[in-house]
Antibody
Framework: QIQLVQSGAEVKSPGASVKVSCKASGYTFTSIGISWVRQAPGQSPEWMGWISGDNGNTNYAQKFQDRVTMRTDRFTSTAYMELRSLRSADTATYYC?????????WGQGTLVTVSS | EIVLTQSPVTLSLSPGERATLSCRASQSVGSYLAWYQQKPGQAPRLLIYDAFNRATGIPARFSGSGSGTDFTLTISSLEPEDVAVYYCQQRSNWPPELTFGGGTKVEIK
């Protein structure tokens, strides 16, 4: 069965960077991309972008274009999302999900707290 | 950016009643509209994709309809386990971005 296992919770200071990992199993990693979606407390989900599992092509949401980098490691079937210049508004649960348009499979979520 | 507006914000119904949730897009999204269910502490769960296709394992009481700018998620007979927040989500071709609606919270009376 398809599973996505994410790294653990993080606490960061304003201005710092965070890197979240997402290890995939149960399918051919290079056949489908991975999307990243975040959800601030009490808010709707927010799509951050997508990365191909095959060639590493990316499509970032305009809002995050300048601060986010997504990459994959095909050998370990792991996707990574790095967000820089963190501010308090970035406090959220960050999810990875299989696919580019509709998300059938999600990771368990990684809580990132930005606090001084 | 395409904005999705969901209504009502909260829906309170008795078990067995029909729930009708609405999602309106600021411009046409064709049939590229999905619905998710989210319970506290869990990731969203895909219910419907491409406006009316039920995702794998989703009970038949969930159905989707609509196209263009107006979409509906119907729960034909509300069960206690359907208490959750429901989100619609669209994918646009240009800019190639996805957006989610503000959500409808379904409660049991």
């Amino acid at each position: 069965q398809i599973q996505l296992v994410q790294s653990g919770a993080e606490v960061k200071s304003p201005g710092a960077s965070v890197k979240v990992s997402c290890k995939a199993s149960g399918y051919t990693f290079t056949s489908i991309g991975i999307s990243w979606v975040r959800q601030a407390p009490g808010q709707s989900p927010e799509w951050m972008g997508w990365i191909s599992g095959d060639n590493g092509n990316t499509n970032y949401a305009q809002k995050f274009q300048d601060r986010v980098t997504m990459r994959t490691d095909r050998f370990t079937s792991t996707a990574y999302m790095e967000l820089r210049s963190l501010r308090s508004a970035d406090t959220a649960t960050y999810y990875c999900a299989v696919g580019a348009t509709n998300f059938d499979y999600w990771g368990q979520g990684t809580l990132v707290t930005v606090s001084s | 950016e395409i904005v999705l507006t969901q209504s009502p914000v909260t829906l309170s119904l008795s078990p067995g009643e029909r729930a009708t949730l609405s999602c309106r897009a600021s411009q046409s999204v064709g049939s590229y509209l999905a619905w998710y269910q989210q319970k506290p502490g869990q990731a969203p769960r895909l219910l419907i994709y491409d406006a009316f296709n039920r995702a794998t394992g989703i009970p038949a009481r969930f159905s989707g309809s609509g196209s263009g700018t107006d979409f509906t998620l119907t729960i034909s007979s509300l069960e206690p386990e359907d208490v959750a927040v429901y989100y619609c989500q669209q994918r646009s071709n240009w800019p190639p971005e996805l957006t989610f609606g503000g959500g409808t919270k379904v409660e049991i009376k």
